[in-house]
């Protein structure tokens, strides 16, 4: 079975750009915890994470636990090696992706 946050996850550690945006929707939705909206669509998704991958030669995300729930997939995710100006070396959180015609179409980020 293809799960679409393994693949992002794997590509993520893996800095694979193309293979991360693949199992996301066209419009898909990335907010912070309060529903405040971060990125919007592919478009915007490619160039921030393409940033990410180029300058955080160590990025790595380690899900610490996982929870199912209809069509939301809940983490736990422990991030290190994060090289953001201004931003956390490393970062825990929760992560909530709700999956839309095999396809994650919102990723809430709680950290």
Known sequence: MNDPVDQQLRAYNDRD??????????????????????????TQMRPAYAELFRDSPHLHCRVCSRIEVGDWVFTEEQVTGMRVPGGPHEMHAMVAYRIKKGKIALVRLFV
């Not at 907010?31 to 405040?36: A, T, Y």
């Open 17 to 42: 750009l193309g293979a991360f945006m693949k199992p996301y929707g066209r419009g898909v939705r990335i907010e912070d915890g309060d529903g405040n909206l971060l990125l919007k669509g592919k």
